[in-house]
């Protein structure tokens, strides 16, 4: 059931939830549902129109004497009057100040359109995609003035920041977490599932993610050491307090805590309560379950390894990360270079490669004619 309408104070046409849109396999609502309408084309005021025409009328009819007597200045008379000689009615309006709006090629509206609804990235990460992947170079001023014009710009409010930190370096912290469970539906039943992910805190690589079928420690700690075997060891690992990590008891380690302890390795626990510690893996699930879980049906264990297999290699080298500067993960993590080019990699977007292509080709617009 849809949330009672509220608006805000700023814009009656702004609601104030977010992410109301649904998607799934086969189907497509609209992705703006909840957003704010199509701008509306503003009447200019014409009274300063009128009063600047008649002036020049007068003028011309009546003498200057008589314009002046209206209370206009001899400047502005003589200014509007030289106005109306060169460009007639018309120039006697004020252009607009500032910078002109930045003018769209209209495959580019139709392609950023396009991407929005199939999607709904913001305008930041699609004004970073269209210009890392040299699609057309964009701002995302000009994005976001875009979607006002065609009625795509989502509700959002400004969340509070919470404390934010970062290790200056790879492998310096890694970020531990189990989810679950998760329900594969197959031709026996449903089949009960745990995710574990563990991502490096410095370049948000993610290090692994594998489907387990119990949270328990005798099978988290042998894909962590092959972790470890193909990363290298971390100097801090965090966690959360599950029972996986630690126990109720001060001072007692778990097997998992034996095992960091015995490879140097410094065990960070979060605050009770406290998810946003561990949020660099919480942003991950975010991310899994939006692109990967409700996108695709999953039967059995085997399919999801494979699809988590996908979704990690897109993660690390073809997704490109706003909180490191629109980079992949992997050019912070080892320098990996990222060498993408129009919607190839994207899971969302590839099937419109060739549409692309054709789209640019036809408009004759290679990215180098507009750098």
């Not at 991407?115 to 040299?134: C, D, G, H, S």
Request: hydrophobic share 40%; net charge positive; with cysteine.
């Amino acid at each position: 059931m849809d949330q009672p309408q509220r608006q805000h104070r700023a814009d009656p046409h702004r609601r104030l939830q977010r992410h109301t849109y649904q998607e799934g396999p086969g189907f497509l609502f609209l992705a703006t549902r909840g957003g704010r309408p199509p701008a509306a084309q503003r009447r200019r005021d014409l009274s300063a129109l009128r009063f600047r025409a008649r002036c020049v009328r007068i003028a011309r009819e009546q003498g200057i004497a008589a314009a002046l007597a209206l209370g206009v200045s001899r400047a502005s008379l003589h200014r509007w009057r030289q106005r109306h000689a060169t460009g007639g009615l018309a120039a006697l309006m004020d252009a607009p100040r500032g910078p002109a709006p930045l003018a769209l090629p209209e495959w580019v509206e139709r392609a950023v359109i396009l991407v929005r609804l199939l999607t709904y990235w913001n305008a930041k990460r699609l004004a970073a995609e269209f210009t890392r992947r040299e699609i057309y170079p964009l701002e995302h001023n000009a994005v976001s003035a875009l979607f006002a014009r065609y009625g795509t710009a989502r509700p959002s409010l400004a969340r509070p920041r919470g404390p934010r930190y970062e290790r200056s370096a790879p492998n310096e912290l890694w970020h531990i977490d189990i989810k679950g469970p998760f329900f594969l539906r197959g031709a026996a039943g449903y089949t009960k599932v745990w995710l574990v992910g563990l991502v490096d805190d410095h370049s948000r690589y993610l290090i692994g993610l594998r489907v387990l079928p119990r949270p328990a420690q005798a099978v988290v700690l042998p894909w962590l050491r092959d972790c470890f075997e193909l990363c290298g060891t971390p100097l801090e690992l965090m966690s959360d307090n599950g029972s996986p990590f630690v126990v109720w008891m001060p001072g007692v380690l778990t097997l998992f805590g034996q095992t960091l302890a015995a490879l140097r390795v410094r065990h960070l626990r979060t605050q009770i309560n406290s998810p946003w510690t561990n949020g660099k893996i919480e942003r991950v699930w975010g991310t899994l379950q939006r692109e990967v879980l409700d996108r695709q049906l999953l039967a059995t264990p085997e399919q999801a390894d494979a699809a988590l297999a996908g979704f990690a290699g897109y993660y690390n080298y073809h997704r490109l990360h706003g909180e490191i500067g629109w980079r992949t993960p992997a050019e912070r993590y080892d320098g990996t270079a990222f060498t993408d080019r129009g919607f190839e990699f994207i899971p969302a977007l590839e099937h419109l490669q060739g549409w692309l292509t054709e789209l640019m080709v036809s408009a004759d617009a290679p990215m180098s004619q507009y750098l």
